[in-house]
Structure formats: structure tokens, C-alpha cells
């Protein structure tokens, strides 16, 4: 696995062995961050991180800084060694911890501009509900974006907050991705009476 853009474009990155992660593959690497466009200067949350793979391309790219959230110690030490190599580790942090016990430490990281959330196909409702909760604490800056992997099987995705517009969906081969919007609270200004 390499990455695919950006300064560090062609360096490899280590995968955890075994079927507990499900790295997304450089193809739809390379669509996603093409759909998503420039990401310089963006601050990152990676759900469900992984190797790492997702963040560490955002990063490459220009990101600012990420938050990356795993839980499983095989992910987990690719993930540190992935970062060191590539020498990382002072604009990228490791939340050790299931993703939906995470709230309270993700809104301590600060507001972000790029969600990018790849739970196991199985865990999708339950992925929707805590992006729901993120939402909800305010980890968003305004016109942030979710980006949301899932089994390409599940085309209708639904909003899991009223403030979250379902934008662009695609698939490639068995994987889908969903592109959540995110439209922040409209200050109504107050009248006199």
C-alpha cells in the first residue's frame, strides 16, 4: 500500500495483517480525494482509522493536522508506525479507543473541516448514530465534510442529523462512499418589537 498524492506520494504504508481492517485501496483513495477536491490547511477526524491510510493521504496532501481514532492494538501499531516513518507524529495524534466512547476527547482535538469515517460494513447504523453525536457537540466547522465508506450494497444512506445534507455518493467495485455536508445553525437575527 503506498500513498497516492502529494509530498509524500509513493511512500509505502504498512497494513494490519488479517481480516479485522479493511484498508481502502489506492484506487478509491485517489477517487476520493480527487471528489473532495484541495484539503490544504484542513483539520482532520479519521474514524475508525486503521493503518491510518485515509488521514495520512490528507495529510500528504496538505492537511493541517489529524485526529486519527482506532481501537484495535494490530491497527494500531501500524498506525504509530506508519506515522513515524513517514514522520508525522507532530501533526497527527492517536485517540486509542472505541470511536463511540470518543466523543468527549474528538471535541477536546477542536473543531475539524474533514471527517473521514471507514467503520466495518457491519457497523453502519451505529457509525451514522455517532456522526449524529459529533453534529450535535459542535466538532464541525461550518461546510465541514463527512466522508462515509460503507458496503456499496447500502445506495441509500440518510442524513443522521438535520444539519447534515447528504451530497455526492459513488462506488467503486464492492465499496461506496457517501459525501455529508455539513450546513451549521442559521443565526436568526432578533427584531425589536
Not at 80 to 108: C, M
Not at 176 to 190: A, C, E, F, M, N
Amino acid at each position: 500500500m503506498r500513498v497516492v498524492a502529494g509530498r509524500l506520494r509513493g511512500r509505502t504504508l504498512r497494513a494490519p495483517r488479517g481480516n479485522e481492517t479493511r484498508p481502502t485501496s489506492a484506487r478509491v483513495r485517489e477517487a476520493l480525494f480527487s471528489l473532495l477536491g484541495p484539503t490544504e490547511a484542513l483539520d482532520v477526524l479519521d474514524l475508525y482509522a486503521g493503518s491510518g491510510a485515509l488521514a495520512i493521504e490528507a495529510l500528504s496532501r496538505g492537511a493541517r493536522r489529524a485526529l486519527l481514532v482506532e481501537q484495535s492494538t494490530t491497527a494500531l501499531a501500524c498506525l504509530r508506525d506508519n506515522l513515524q516513518r513517514l514522520d508525522l507524529t507532530e501533526v497527527a495524534a492517536i485517540l486509542a479507543r472505541d470511536v463511540h466512547r470518543s466523543l468527549q476527547r474528538v471535541v477536546d482535538f477542536g473543531k475539524v473541516d474533514l471527517v473521514l469515517c471507514d467503520p466495518p460494513y457491519a457497523q453502519l447504523s451505529r457509525a451514522l448514530g455517532f456522526l449524529g453525536r459529533l453534529t450535535e457537540a459542535g466538532c464541525l466547522n461550518d461546510d465541514a465534510r463527512i466522508v462515509l465508506e460503507h458496503a456499496a450494497r447500502d445506495r441509500d444512506v440518510v442524513s443522521p442529523h438535520p444539519l447534515l445534507v447528504v451530497g455526492t455518493q459513488r462506488r467503486w467495485g464492492d465499496t461506496g462512499v457517501t459525501v455529508l455536508s455539513y450546513r451549521g445553525p442559521i443565526d436568526i437575527p432578533r427584531t425589536r418589537n
